[in-house]
């Protein structure tokens, strides 16, 4: 009975579609050309009735294949929740009578539209299964942290409390990293006027007194292998001795390095001890106590100090960081009121170019600092020189447009954090020959002098037994690599999550707010393993990549291009694919030459079924039909959107939506092409740094494949314009309609496909 | 230098910017501001200020106290409160700037011939006498203000303004002679008296 | 027994023979039309305006505008203060503000008006007389009353500074203040849309100390009405009305414009629009002659 396929149809006739278009001949459509065996119409499917009325066919008829022509299948999911059936969407809603005007005039090509659509969801349904999990792993509620700082203290007790258990693997010999070393902290709570106890012994303590965590001081992680869900994790002692365990997520909280003031010559670091970093001047508050802060070289008093921010930050410069690190300028804020609070007759005078002071309590803070007293002055620091008793800072006043210089008994260099990273996986290599050019690029600009790579450390934190490499992949800067707008937290690493400054800068606040995100995100990925669920961007998914092994050539484009190294290679070269560590994006499956690659529910098959099955009017009714590949992230939603604000699309378009535009495979494009069809358009998201990408690399891959298909299409002596592909962002409500009515327009000019049969 | 601008120089010797909030009305704003601008970008006159007030700020706190209170800059402010109603941190600009030159006049270091700190002065002046302006005599005492030859040129270059108000009945020659004011003028005046020793007295120095 | 009734500081310009005598005129008919009494402040003062300053140190001022509120507080209690002026309704709702927040300073003006034998209590509201216009009579009393449209006359409502900032009209904005335009519209007439020089400053007082800088301020605000159409300018302020208007043949000779750019009054629109004569309206005491008005009022 499993294996009997039982397919019904059903066409909802509520708001307007049944006005607007004829379901009956939609009825004989879907049962004569789409072979369903059954068709049903309701008045309003998504109501308790009509999916009563699906329930009971899937119930009592033994109906396992539905094809729900209505709205787009990103409305009313919660109604059409059949987990247990294979489904497919027709879009008559939002991709019809929404986005074509009333009127006989356009009713006969409306018609058609909602025809096709029929068509096509009645041959996808054909080629899905209804997905099941893999069962590779079981729940594995056990999480490691790496990294015993603030960040990693804090993700240890968030997910301790939630009932997940957790071992803190600690590189040094104690907790607290580097938050342990400072006086104070900035305020955290309102008014946000006066530095606060940083808190850190408590939170150290509070880790130690939970019996849900296991602190391994003086450890390092040797090797990780495994997926979530199974993790099996070899953690090394210095002592030589070793154990593994397995692990259901892992949180790398790493943190950073303070800065390498060494570089700051100018400033006379190293030259006189009475110019300081602002992590060494925590040693020297932490010193006094609440007396007088005393400058090193003899032990008086400090009576004036001065802050200069952005030191060897900002700034393009050899050996200096280009970014800005973020908690400097509260820092050097809450510094100053060291001195302020101590003795309020310290001249203190923080030297900046652009204050900075994000967060809640950034503004408040810096008032405070203000309505004490410390002197803010909007300049650039050339240089500091020591001379008799005290320092002299050299300085452009910008607002005054004047070099001046000012005299004072301590310097403090506001200086950043560097990402506590392991390799970059990627760093040289590069993923596809698009990479490989900007490495080359970038390795030519070095060697030209300019923007000198951030030194980063080379230790491997993880060590990943991947054949992507050992540790996670970085954007830039040694930062690890994150959806900076949705997904924070994630990273190229299924169930690895990152958190804290190895992220990108931080204070402590920001850690503690990344670090409860990071423990959400770390458990999900356990909870989902264990389900054979994917996590986001589709969570919950069930389906993952399976291989026919006989057609495979081990060319290794999957295991290479897969943005999240998911799969390995066994001794023969053939793909293994880890069901947990996969996003179900099908990058993969776009990049097999051989098509070998597929999903219960999403195949090459899937999709180069529904292609074909569209109706390709004879050469001579002059109505081209235009192939749409929309991306489901952004390009399907921004098309779903055009529909519900009234903007008009071209009656050619036919729109399949993809899981990522690095799914889409080469045949689709020829097939449809041999086809008929007149243009194709490509909609995919933002590939560059600032990415937009749901999985990170598919749309940057799917740009560099298309960029070849010039090659086919010359091949099939067709017009290069024939073919677009574009990035598209969910807000591009107007911009993506026009894309395809562009295409039509393209069309025209150029002329119809000859390839019409 | 006037015995006042000595004994703040002396008292305030370190920090101009103490000075300022000690005796400048709404001073203790001087050291809220951030720097961004918006006042000197916001000022209808601000091409013809010698200092913007950003850069008035950023000199009080640089200590720079002779080029402040010399400056021709404040007087140039025409009270639009442009700047303290688009000021980020909410600073009463206007009210400071006329405060300092207040404090500017009062110390005697207010530049000589500054038109605006003339007719203010003139505009007090006038209305001190009776309690309530003169526009006539404050009219020509603006034009006689740099002398007589200048004046008679003033006057006649406004002579077409003068004869349209004059006609129009909204300037009157009998406001040459008493015209409007206060009849409680005695306790006025010994009010005034009252409030500038108060004030006096706040800025450490005895009523002259 | 009047409808409104309020405590009335006409300020010094106001007066019979001074530079905006003819906007007291047109304000008294208005009120007249729109039955709201108005009880001169006895023995009021000068403010001292934005411009005392330099002779006038802080308190001194504060001390100033403190005594014409205890007048009113003595003579008129219970009625709130309403000015014409701008400068006197900024100077003297300033004076409320910082001796309410400030309670030295409330001490201080309080011994110094103790010498006058006063005392303040500072417990009146002190309100511009758009602001009663606005927010007591509404656009749509002030319509009804209105027997002569001023069809067919296009307007620039010129805000100003003082009128706008800081304080300003309740639900306005500083950059783009709607409410001359509303009320030009109630009256029958045509409002120069997004006329651009609608609150930049005329100088003010500096237009006697630094006349070249103020003309050339005024220079734009008159020449943007000509660029909206306009056919005259309406002011809130009688600064603002002094300076745009008297300059004018100033501005011409020296930068060659052929300026003669009627500016009124609100309530000379609304003298006007109520039906009343040019006399009433004040027309009269136009250095440049408002025609269109005048016909109408004929």
């Known amino acids: 009975m499993a294996d009997e396929k039982k397919y019904a149809a059903y066409i909802c006739t509520g708001c307007g579609i049944g006005d607007r278009l004829d379901p009956s001949q939609m009825e004989t459509i879907a049962t004569r050309e789409g072979k369903m065996q059954s068709c049903k119409q309701h008045e309003m499917l998504c109501s308790k009735e009509g999916v009563k009325m699906i329930q009971d066919d899937i119930d009592n008829e033994g109906v396992n294949h539905i094809m729900i022509a209505a709205c787009s299948r990103r409305a009313k999911v919660e109604a059409f929740h059949f987990p247990t059936v294979a489904m497919t969407r027709a879009n008559l809603r939002e991709g019809v009578i929404w986005v074509r005007p009333e009127g006989d005039e356009h009713q006969e090509t409306t018609q058609e539209m909602a025809d096709d659509y029929i068509r096509m969801a009645c041959a996808e349904l054909r080629f899905i299964t209804p997905p099941q999990p893999s069962g590779q792993q079981d729940l594995n509620k056990h999480i490691l942290v790496v990294g015993g700082g603030v960040s990693g203290m804090s993700a240890a007790l968030e997910a301790a409390a939630a009932g997940y258990p957790v071992t803190i693997v600690e590189k040094s ?186 967060g809640a309590p950034g503004e408040d803070f810096y008032r405070a600092g203000q309505k004490k007293e410390v002197t803010f002055t909007k300049g650039a620091v050339s240089e500091v020189t020591a001379g008799g008793d005290s320092l002299t800072v050299k300085f452009k006043d910008l607002i005054l447009d004047e070099d001046t210089e000012m005299t004072c008994d301590l310097v403090v260099l506001a200086t950043g954090q560097v990402p506590n990273s392991g390799p970059d996986p990627y760093a040289g290599m590069g993923e596809t020959e698009e990479d490989l050019e900007a490495t080359a690029e970038a390795e030519a600009a070095a060697a030209a002098g300019e923007a000198a790579p951030v030194e980063v450390s ?236 749901h999985f990170v690399k598919g749309s940057a891959m799917a740009h560099e494949r298309m960029s070849k298909v010039g090659d086919t299409l010359e091949s099939l002596n067709l017009e290069p314009e024939r073919v677009a592909v574009y990035e598209v962002a969910i807000t591009d409500i107007e911009r993506a309609p026009k894309l395809i009515n562009d295409m039509a327009d393209t069309v025209e000019k150029v002329g119809m496909s000859p390839f019409k049969f | 230098m006037s015995d006042l601008n000595t004994a703040m120089i002396e008292k305030y010797r370190n920090s101009f910017l103490h000075e300022v909030e000690a005796n400048v009305e709404e001073g203790e704003w001087v050291k809220m501001c951030m720097q961004c601008g918006v006042c000197s970008g916001s000022c209808p006159l601000g091409n013809a200020w010698e200092h913007p007030p950003q850069e008035i700020f950023m000199m009080i706190r640089a200590g720079k106290r002779d080029d402040v209170l010399s400056s021709d800059a404040m007087w140039m402010c025409t009270s639009c409160y442009n700047c303290i109603a688009r000021c980020p941190r909410g600073l009463p600009i206007t009210h400071i700037m006329h405060g300092l030159a207040h404090y500017a006049k009062r110390l005697g270091l207010a530049p000589k011939n500054q038109p605006t700190a003339k007719f203010a002065q003139l505009f007090w002046d006038n209305l001190m006498k009776k309690g309530r302006v003169n526009e006539l005599k404050l009219g020509l005492s603006l034009y006689f203000m740099n002398g007589f030859g200048e004046g008679i040129k003033t006057a006649l270059k406004m002579k077409n303004i003068g004869l349209g108000m004059l006609k129009t009945k909204r300037m009157s020659p009998a406001e040459a002679f008493g015209g ?27 009523a002259k | 027994m009047a409808k409104h009734e309020y405590s009335f500081y006409p300020g010094c310009s106001s007066q019979k023979g001074a530079s905006s005598s003819n906007y007291l005129t047109s304000v008294e008919t208005m009120c007249e039309e729109l039955d709201i009494q108005l009880n001169h402040i006895p023995d009021w003062n000068c403010c001292s305006a934005s411009i005392g300053y330099a002779g006038g140190g802080e308190l001194p001022r504060l001390a100033l505008s403190a005594r014409n509120i205890a007048l009113s507080e003595e003579h008129n209690a219970g009625q709130e203060i309403v000015a014409t002026c701008a400068a006197c309704w900024l100077a003297t709702r300033e004076t409320s503000e910082r001796l309410a927040e400030d309670e030295s300073l409330m001490a201080e003006a309080n011994q110094a008006l103790a010498e006058a034998g006063l005392k303040l209590k500072n417990e009146t509201p002190i309100k511009h007389m758009v602001e009663v216009l606005i927010e007591d009579i509404g656009y749509d009393t002030i319509g009804e009353k209105v027997k002569k449209p001023l069809e067919g006359i296009k307007i620039a409502g010129y805000v100003g500074c003082q009128t706008n900032r ?45 006349p070249d800088k103020s003309q050339e301020m005024i220079k734009g605000i008159i020449e943007a009405a000509y660029d909206g159409g306009a056919d005259m300018i309406v002011t809130p302020c009688p600064v603002c009305q002094m ?41 009269d005491g136009q250095v440049i002659p408002a025609k269109k008005l005048e016909e109408i009022a004929k």
């Not at chain 1, 100018?266 to 106590?289: H, I, Q, R, S």
């Not at chain 1, 050992?470 to 937290?489: A, E, N, R």
């Not at chain 1, 074909?612 to 991306?631: G, M, S, T």
């Open chain 1, 173 to 358: 010999g104690q907790l607290g990293g580097h938050a342990a070393q400072l006086h104070k902290r900035v305020p955290y709570r309102a008014p946000y006027d006066a530095p606060m106890e940083t808190g850190i012994d408590a939170l150290i303590k509070s880790v130690e007194e939970n019996s849900d965590i296991e602190v391994l001081l003086n450890s390092s992680v040797a090797k990780t292998s495994g997926a979530p869900g199974r993790f099996e994790v070899e953690i090394a002692t210095e002592s030589g001795s070793s154990k593994t365990e397995s692990f259901g997520a892992i949180i790398q909280a790493s943190g950073f390095k303070p800065y390498d003031a060494n570089q700051l010559p100018e400033f006379a670091y190293g030259k006189t001890p009475d110019v300081v970093t602002n992590l060494e001047l925590e040693k020297l508050a932490k010193e006094a106590g609440d007396g007088p802060i005393k400058r090193p070289s003899d032990g008086k008093e400090v009576k004036s100090v001065a802050f200069i921010q952005c030191a060897g930050q900002r700034s393009d410069k050899e050996g200096h960081l280009p970014y800005c690190s973020g908690f400097c300028c509260t820092t050097s804020i809450k510094q100053a009121l060291y001195f302020k609070d101590q003795n309020p007759g310290c001249d203190t005078t923080v030297l900046f170019t652009d204050l900075r002071t994000p």
């Open chain 1, 458 to 693: 080379v230790e491997s934190i993880l060590n990943l037994d991947y054949r992507q490499g050992t540790d996670l992949p970085q954007l830039k800067w040694g930062f690890t690599d994150s959806h900076f707008i949705c997904f924070p937290y994630e990273t190229r690493r299924t169930g690895i999550y990152a958190i804290g400054p190895v992220r990108r800068p931080m204070d402590i606040q920001q850690a503690r707010d990344d670090a409860a995100g990071g423990a959400m995100k770390a458990i999900q990925a356990a909870v989902h393993a264990a389900e054979g669920q994917a996590v986001h961007p589709r969570s919950g998914d069930l389906s993952f990549p399976t291989f026919r092994k006989e057609g495979c050539t081990q060319c290794k484009r999957c295991t290479v291009e897969c943005p999240f190294g998911a799969i390995n290679e066994d001794e023969e070269g053939y793909p293994v694919y880890n069901e947990s560590r996969c996003r179900r994006c099908g990058t993969c499956m776009g990049a097999c030459p051989v098509r070998v690659i597929s999903f219960e529910n999403y195949s090459v098959d899937s999709v180069g079924q529904q292609l074909k099955n569209v109706d390709i009017p004879d050469e001579f009714d002059e109505k081209p039909r235009i192939l749409v590949l929309a991306c489901e992230n952004d390009a399907y939603p921004a098309l779903d959107q055009a529909g519900m604000s009234g903007v008009e699309i071209n009656p050619w378009a036919r729109v399949i939506p993809v899981r990522c535009l690095g799914s889409v495979s080469l045949s689709w494009i020829t097939d449809s092409l041999n086809s008929g069809f007149d243009g194709i358009v490509l909609m995919g998201c933002r590939k560059d740094d600032d990415y937009q990408c």
């Open chain 2, 180 to 206: 409007h004011g206060v009849k409680d003028i005695s306790g006025l005046h010994k009010m005034i008296k009252k409030a500038q020793e108060l004030e006096d007295a706040r800025i450490g120095q005895s």
């Open chain 3, 166 to 210: 800081p304080f300003g009209i309740h639900g306005e904005s500083f950059e783009n203040p709607q409410y001359l335009d509303k009320l030009v519209e109630t009256l029958g007439a045509d409002p120069v849309k997004n006329y651009d020089k609608k609150v930049q400053c005329c100088g003010g007082a500096l237009a006697f100390s630094e």
């Open chain 3, 243 to 283: 300076n745009v208007e008297v300059y004018q043949d100033h501005i011409n000779e020296k930068f060659g414009t052929k300026f003669k750019m009627p500016v009124v009054y609100y309530s000379t629109l609304m003298s006007v629009a109520f039906g009343r004569s040019a006399k009433d309206a004040a027309l």
